[in-house]
């Protein structure tokens, strides 16, 4: 049986007791791909709500892997499958109606890449006359799809999808790297014999295997470099059948991984960034994996583990080829490394191998060289498990609102009727449909926002005809009211106030309020890009223990009213809805599709509908408190992503208390925040006006 030496064991322990402290251990590792496994699942299940079947949506890399760490900050990797363009191996898999495109995987195409031939429509023939700009005819006849196909309008739609939609990049959120493919249902004929290999490590097993030939491939717009037709050529992806391998890893294969990546970010990157890519160390560990026997990827030996990749790594630097671990005819390394660069690439790693684990003291990332410092000498670093289990929450809280969101806002102008039909239709498809796993999960995280906003808009059709309220409304309304901590509860408080039934109203916004912990709940908002604050710590906390059920009662989303929900809103509030002067309108973009709704934060709302309540109800004492709270929200609440919404209903109650001057302070401070699709133009000119006429 192999022996760990005792100093390599030492390292190994404290290594890996250290990778666990950032957040490199089973638990997070599983809550991460939970997390963005379920991200991806609420996307595609809305949009098939809404009968978008063009596109599935899939999220590979680091970060639904469970592979990276906050100081790494991996990018998201999204691939958008678009579903209506088959992609075919073999004649007989051919699909009349659709346009066919039919891999060709010859000598004519670089290992690891294809080129695809179009087909006619109604017969499993080659097409012929094509004489679109997306596709080119060769010299025998064939017309080939070229990559330009993907880079105009696919995925410019695209873009402004998904949860990461108004942070790419920015405020210490990850980039987003986004690629539109098309999907084979079939194994690609270049990796068939990669299901009949084993090696030393009997890694795949069968079963794997089995699994991944199940997945068939995806073909992306990306010629091979150097390649004579590469414009034509699409790189053939095994993405499915890597993200099967790699959740099929053990917790130190997987911290293998970690530190390799951290090597190349602190060593390489600095000097000669982007010439060794996580792909290619993610292929080295696949390669090792296979080729050794399971019993050295263990937490006492994951310094050797390391040294066996960062070897191979070597190995294949010499070389100048790093094969494809499904498909090794394809050399991820072809043209990446200069002849100047190599010697010190060389040179760098063979330093980090003959450290014998000295060198990764040098390692700032995640400050991992420091930690293991410490626990050395036996000091007990910080972990930063709550750190990520926020941002896991947090982001898949405003992925369930902006998935919902996207589809909303296509409603704003509809009629009423219509509005109502197309949200019956999507709850019907909730309940009728069986579904379990993931998407059971996703549903239910959903189907409370279809039930809140049909609920509201059937009570404001009530309101309007009858000034009353259907117990049907208030059924459907009753069944969202746990999409988050107050934005569904207070929609039914808003309704009750506009039909004045003022009891009720006050016994809803107790309730919030007293569900609503300060020292936990966090406002997520997601209708537009601003630098995010740190989270409460009482969040951290909560989010480390629990999974997407704390979205319940530890966020809090925004409050939206369409045009057709108007008489649910305070008019106070209506104003909103009208904020844009056709100047204002002129500049708007697809992101700023919120505005002609009534958008409001949750907190601000609730003391805003308390004040009126109390109000109501001759309470002077609780009136004067909820406007404190009010005010004190909008100047110490970090992440109000609505400040000026905000200061405008403070504004109205500075008016209803006849402080004039304040309230025109707070419509001046909203302007300041946002000068132009503001409401508070308006309740300035009208202001102004009531002034001038009292002067008058």
């Not at 196909?149 to 873009?159: E, V």
């Not at 998904?162 to 079939?186: E, M, N």
Request: proline share 4%; charged share 20%.
């Amino acid at each position: 049986m192999y022996q760990v030496p005792n100093y390599t064991r030492t390292v190994s322990m404290r290594l890996s007791e250290v990778l666990s402290d950032i957040g490199v251990d089973e638990r997070i590792v599983m809550k991460r791909r939970r997390a963005w496994l379920l991200t991806e699942t609420i996307e595609n299940v809305n949009n098939q709500l809404w009968n978008k079947y063009t596109h599935m949506l899939y999220y590979f890399g680091s970060q639904s892997e469970g592979t990276t760490t906050i100081g790494i900050n991996s990018d998201t990797d999204e691939l958008y499958c678009l579903n209506h363009i088959p992609v075919i191996q073999d004649w007989c898999e051919w699909i009349p109606g659709l346009p066919n495109l039919l891999m060709i995987q010859d000598d004519s195409v670089s290992p690891g890449y294809c080129l695809l031939q179009l087909l006619q429509r109604d017969a499993p023939l080659p097409a012929d006359g094509e004489s679109k700009q997306s596709f080119f005819k060769d010299r025998p006849g064939k017309v080939l799809l070229k990559q330009s196909f993907m880079s105009d309008d696919n995925l410019a739609k695209l873009k402004s999808h998904g949860p990461a939609r108004v942070d790419q990049g920015s405020h210490g959120c990850s980039d987003r790297d986004i690629v539109v493919a098309l999907h084979c249902k079939t194994w690609p004929q270049q990796a068939r014999q990669w299901l009949d290999q084993q090696g030393e490590g009997q890694w795949p097993s069968a079963e794997m295997k089995q699994y991944c030939s199940r997945t068939g491939c995806f073909v992306v717009p990306v010629g091979c470099k150097g390649g004579d037709i590469r414009q034509l050529e699409w790189r053939i992806s095994t993405s499915l059948a890597e993200r099967c391998l790699m959740f099929n890893l053990n917790i130190t294969q997987i911290r293998c991984y970690v530190l390799m990546k951290m090597v190349i970010k602190s060593f390489l990157d600095p000097q000669f960034e982007d010439v060794i890519s996580s792909y290619m160390c993610k292929t080295v560990l696949f390669h090792c994996i296979a080729n050794s026997h399971f019993y050295i990827w263990r937490e006492n030996n994951l310094l050797s583990c390391l040294s066996l990749c960062l070897y191979l790594l070597y190995n294949n630097i010499i070389n100048e080829n790093c094969p494809h671990f499904i498909i090794p005819r394809n050399n991820l390394m072809m043209g990446k490394i200069s002849p100047v660069v190599k010697p010190y690439i060389l040179a760098i790693i063979n330093n980090i191998i003959n450290s014998e684990g000295v060198a990764l003291l040098g390692i700032k990332c995640d400050d991992l060289g420091s930690r293991l410092r410490h626990k050395l000498n036996n000091l007990c670093p910080f972990k930063t498990s709550e750190r990520i289990s926020a941002h896991l929450l947090y982001d898949m809280a405003r992925c369930v609102s902006i998935s919902f969101n996207n589809n909303y806002v296509t409603l704003k102008n509809k009629h009423p009727n219509e509005v109502v039909q197309t949200l019956t239709n999507c709850i019907s498809k909730i309940l009728n449909d069986k579904h379990d796993g993931l998407v059971q999960t996703a549903c239910q995280l959903v189907a409370p926002w279809y039930n809140t906003t049909l609920g509201s808009v059937f009570a404001s059709i009530n309101i309007n005809q009858q000034n009353s309220v259907s117990v049907d409304a208030l059924k459907l309304i009753s069944l969202g009211l746990n999409t988050d901590v107050a934005s569904s509860k207070l929609k039914l408080a808003s309704i009750f106030y506009s039909v004045q039934e003022i009891q009720k109203a006050d016994q809803i916004l107790s309730e919030i309020e007293r569900s609503y912990d300060l020292q936990i709940v966090e406002p997520a908002c997601c209708c537009y890009d601003f630098e995010k604050k740190a989270h409460r710590q009482g969040f951290f906390a909560t989010c480390d223990i629990h999974n997407e059920d704390a979205i319940q009662y530890a966020t809090a989303s925004c409050v939206r009213f369409l045009p057709c929900e108007i008489h649910c809103v305070p008019i106070e509030l209506r104003y909103e809805m009208v904020r844009s002067t056709p100047e204002d309108r002129i500049l708007l973009t697809e992101e700023d599709d919120w505005m002609d709704n009534v958008v409001v934060n949750s907190l601000p709302y609730l003391y805003f509908l308390q004040y009126k309540v109390n109000s109501h109800l001759g309470r002077n004492i609780e009136k004067q408190s909820a406007l404190s709270k009010l005010f004190r929200t909008i100047k110490t609440e970090p992440n109000l992503g609505h400040r000026e919404t905000a200061f405008n209903i403070l504004g109205k109650c500075m008016e209803q208390e006849g402080r004039v001057r304040d309230a025109l302070q707070c419509y001046l401070m909203s302007l300041n925040l946002r000068r132009r699709n503001n409401a508070a133009k308006i309740h300035i000119c009208t202001l102004l006006s009531v002034l001038g006429n009292f002067r008058a």
